[in-house]
């Protein structure tokens, strides 16, 4: 079927007739942001020229980051026909899984609504905007509908892309990141959200040659397209995408292979590994070569750095408030008189740790917000330790919950909990983790994970990708402070003097 869609001039993609009336208006904004898109390319070409005229450019260079953000008061950003865009991509067809490839493969895309006909291609531009230059700022409610469809726009578009993200932020779509983002996708199949996904990604994967089999149940799928992975690439990046919940925990008799039916809906704080999340490594430079141990087992090689002290509620990204987090603060410094870094600099941490040491948006505009975090939770603290109540400044509250460091970390934090090791670090982890499970890094995955002791020897049930904060900072040109770093990044392997050792780790 991908060869199909390949060879076809256009696909048709037709909407259902339910809310037709908006066609004219998602027509003439698109069209007007089509034409600023355009415009502003246009003079990132002529700047890219000038350069290379006057000698100042590298041949394997790309303007990475060079397309504008939209002032803070530019209309667009209310403009109420978003509310016509956000009535699309609630249209039924968005929510199919099988209709990734069909759009993304053909050299051209039509979309029919009604009467109103407009260009496939100038959608993905204007979301891809949004998503790049605008998400805070304009709401899409259904816009886990069109993750899919803008990583395979993106694959495909590279020199447009490339102006929308920072060096090293961006990777094509890997084959398990598609059949990931379409945890938010209707299939009615289960075995389709591994079957409908492998025409669209030319990564390590491809070398798989997966020929569906219905006679199978979802979950041997799952569990044979697991297998069958590590045996053909050998790396560990399929344990990224791991999600477990109660009863998938009890069920499954391989906890480090995904199954790939549990919905996910919030993708701001996934991690895989590209440059900008370079895979952990031992004190030596390794990563694990994934081994498959009596057909079910998985062998890695990794360090138990720590273990849960303290850990959160499970946080939702609609009840994120300001006085939740200080709530949360005050929780922290309760739990842990030793924490891992400087005392002056606790708070930075604590919000570095709640945004997994990443921004969004403007770092002036992020950093700005986030001295106004520390300042307002340091009077607070001084409030509480002296009076015993605090005083909220109903300005402040409002102007910081309308920040995008707020909105950012609402997002990084739902479905998750804060927690505090053993050694004082500070970190997020899934929400089935308990008191006393492990911190671990498996040398290969790009982020900490964590883990539950079996009564085997080195045996352990994997529960998922987590954050941890390291303790070394990486200071910012330009400006009188910085961000933390992911423990077990190369500048920050903070473990190497603790008393932990490399080993083999058994997943089951």
Request: charged fraction near 25%; charge should be negative; glycine fraction near 6%.
């Amino acid at each position: 079927m991908g060869r199909i869609y390949r060879n076809a001039d256009r696909v048709l993609i037709c909407m259902s007739p339910c809310g037709e009336e908006h066609g004219p208006k998602v027509v003439a904004l698109l069209e007007y942001l089509c034409a600023e898109i355009d415009s502003a390319l246009l003079h990132i070409n002529k700047k890219a020229e000038e350069m290379k005229r006057e000698g100042e450019w590298e041949i394997q260079w790309s303007p990475w980051d060079w397309f504008p953000f939209a002032a803070a008061d530019a209309p667009v950003l209310s403009d109420p026909r978003w509310e016509s865009v956000n009535a699309l991509v609630e249209q039924e067809w968005f929510s199919r899984g099988w209709v990734v490839r069909e759009a993304a493969l053909a050299h051209q895309g039509l979309v029919i609504w009604g009467n109103t006909e407009f260009s496939w291609h100038d959608l993905m531009r204007v979301l891809v905007w949004r998503h790049r230059r605008a998400v805070k700022a304009i709401p899409i409610p259904a816009e886990d509908r069109f993750r899919s469809h803008l990583e395979a726009y993106e694959a495909n578009h590279k020199d447009i892309i490339c102006t929308f993200y920072q060096e090293g932020s961006w990777k094509p779509c890997s084959l398990l990141d598609y059949i990931h983002f379409a945890r938010a996708l209707q299939l009615k199949d289960s075995r389709d959200r591994i079957y409908a996904f492998l025409d669209l990604a030319n990564d390590s994967a491809y070398q798989l040659r997966i020929v569906p089999n219905y006679n199978e149940t979802p979950s041997n799928v799952y569990r044979d397209f697991a297998t069958d992975y590590v045996a053909a690439v050998g790396d560990v990046d399929l344990l990224h995408y791991v999600k477990h919940n109660e009863e998938t925990l009890k069920s499954t008799t391989m906890t480090w292979a995904p199954d790939w039916s549990i919905r996910e809906g919030n993708f701001i704080s996934f991690v895989s590994t590209s440059e900008n999340y370079p895979p952990l490594r031992s004190h030596e430079g390794r990563v694990s070569k994934a081994k498959l141990i009596d057909g079910t087992a998985l062998h890695v090689e990794g360090v138990v750095i720590d273990s849960v002290h303290f850990l959160s509620k499970v946080w939702k990204s609609d009840t994120t408030t300001v006085a939740a987090l200080f709530a949360l603060w005050t929780s922290v410094r309760r739990s842990r008189p030793e924490p891992h870094y400087p005392t002056p600099y606790l708070l930075e941490a604590f919000f570095d740790a709640l945004s997994m040491a990443n921004f969004y948006g403007d770092m002036g505009e992020w950093l700005h917000a986030r001295r106004a975090y520390i300042t307002m939770f340091e009077r607070l603290s001084t409030e509480l330790h002296d009076c015993r109540t605090i005083d909220w400044d109903t300005e402040e509250v409002v102007m910081l919950e309308s920040s995008n460091i707020h909105k950012f970390i609402s997002s990084t934090t739902a479905g998750k909990r804060f927690i505090v090791t053993e050694r004082g670090c500070y970190g997020l982890a899934p929400a089935i983790v308990k008191r006393e499970d492990l911190c671990v890094i498996i040398f290969g995955c790009s982020c900490p994970c964590l883990l539950r002791t079996r009564s085997i020897g080195s045996h352990y049930v994997f529960l998922g990708p987590g954050f941890i904060l390291g303790k070394k900072t990486f200071e910012l040109d330009g400006h009188d402070t910085g961000f933390y770093s992911c423990l077990g990044v190369e500048e920050s392997k903070d473990w190497i003097v603790w008393d932990v050792k490399e080993q083999d780790i058994y997943l089951c």
